[in-house]
């Protein structure tokens, strides 16, 4: 069953602006954590990962933050352009090989 | 080059047919997947091989059956299609081990039973 997000939310964001999105997930366990972005008619695609020996890590204009204590994972994106209007993923590795998706939120941004 | 393909991409079929879904990598990976995702975007793994033997097997009906030939193709075949079948399939590989939780995805094959 689904252990890791919520419901399909919507995020409006201003071109220009900063875009975060959370996650929650439910298994203790997990070691490892990764970001994936969706766009439109393709497969997703990764953006950045984290492992659970780590609190935050930043890539291009994207940041992960990891917090262990209330099971929650979220994404920062700098500067939020069109071309990053796609559904985010956040997904956990809960065993080997075994990765679980959560439910995903769509980011729109507006010009 | 494209690195994760599938085929085809779109699939319309009757309910109670047979079909299968291709999968070929070139990255040289060691592990492929099988997922699903319905129209609410949800993506669930069905299946998982690492070097041709099966490591993961959801609770999946065994209408769909994997199958890897070789370690760069991982094939999905569905018996008996039913109406909720309809979905967007995703392959995806990964190179195994644990440095790396990497899944590369393909374009996805969008089935329809009608």
């Known amino acids: 069953g689904e252990s890791v997000g919520l419901h399909l939310p919507t995020l409006s964001v201003q071109e220009g602006d900063n875009s975060i999105i959370n996650c929650a997930y439910s298994?203790?366990?997990?070691?490892?954590f990764i970001w994936y972005k969706q766009e439109s008619g393709k497969g997703p695609q990764f953006i950045i990962d984290?492992?659970?020996?780590?609190d935050k890590r930043q890539g291009q204009r994207v940041t992960v933050l990891l917090n262990k204590t209330v099971k929650h994972l979220s994404l920062q994106i700098a500067a939020t352009q069109p071309g990053d209007s796609a559904v985010y993923f956040c997904?956990?590795?809960?065993?080997?090989?075994?990765?679980?998706f959560g439910t995903g939120t769509k980011l729109q941004v507006i010009p | 080059d494209t690195a994760v393909s599938q085929t085809p991409k779109y699939l319309v079929t009757q309910m109670g047919n047979d079909k299968s879904i291709k999968c070929e990598q070139n990255?040289?990976?060691?592990?492929m997947y099988w997922y699903k995702q319905d129209s609410k975007k949800f993506l669930k793994i069905m299946f998982s091989?690492?070097?041709?033997?099966?490591?993961i097997n959801e609770t999946v009906p065994n209408r769909f059956s994997p199958k890897s030939p070789d370690k760069a193709h991982l094939n999905l075949h569905i018996n008996s299609l039913e109406l909720g079948d309809s979905a967007v399939y995703f392959c995806?590989?990964?190179?195994?081990?644990?440095?790396?939780?990497?899944?590369?995805f393909g374009p996805g094959t969008r089935l329809t039973v009608t």
């Open positions: 995806a590989s990964s190179q195994g081990g644990t440095a790396s939780y990497e899944q590369y």
């Open positions: 298994n203790s366990a997990s070691d490892y």
């Open positions: 984290i492992r659970s020996n780590m």
């Open positions: 997904a956990e590795n809960g065993g080997y090989q075994k990765v679980t």
């Open positions: 990255l040289g990976h060691d592990t």
């Open positions: 091989y690492n070097n041709k033997e099966l490591i």
